[in-house]
């Protein structure tokens, strides 16, 4: 028998055993894998991202060092246009368009970036220029 502290593993554990204890294994991986990644703060957020084009998944946004925006979407071909800001750990965008968006850069412990935005839908970062 192997405990690993979560399931006892037996040689013979089958069926709904097995799989509640994969599931349970597979929950704690996620969780940590999740719970590792960190927000940068504001003095690492305004460095990473001031003056240089921040590739995502579905497209670029680009934080120019006057404090101007530019977000252009891979899937539409549009360019959304603004004003960001660092407020604390987060980046803000107020849209010329009207409305504004609060949004997270995430690092994990492998020093890979993503986006989270407002929504909690996260981008991996790509690239940045």
Not at 64 to 76: F, L, N, P, T, V
Not at 90 to 118: E, T
Request: hydrophobic share 35%; aromatic share 8%.
């Amino acid at each position: 028998m192997q405990d690993w502290g979560v399931c006892h593993i037996h040689v013979e554990t089958k069926g709904a055993e097995m799989k509640k204890c994969i599931a349970t294994l597979c929950l704690i991986l996620f969780a940590n894998a999740v719970s590792a990644q960190q927000a940068m703060s504001g003095d690492e957020l305004k460095k990473y991202v001031s003056g240089k084009a921040v590739e995502l998944s579905d497209g670029i946004a680009t934080y120019k060092a006057d404090g101007k925006y530019e977000y252009w979407a891979r899937s539409s071909g549009q360019t959304s246009r603004g004003k960001w800001s660092a407020q604390g750990d987060r980046v803000c965008v107020d849209f010329d368009s009207g409305g504004n968006r609060c949004d997270q850069y995430l690092k994990d412990s492998a020093g890979k970036v993503s986006l989270k935005n407002s929504r909690g839908t996260t981008y991996p970062v790509v690239s940045v220029k």
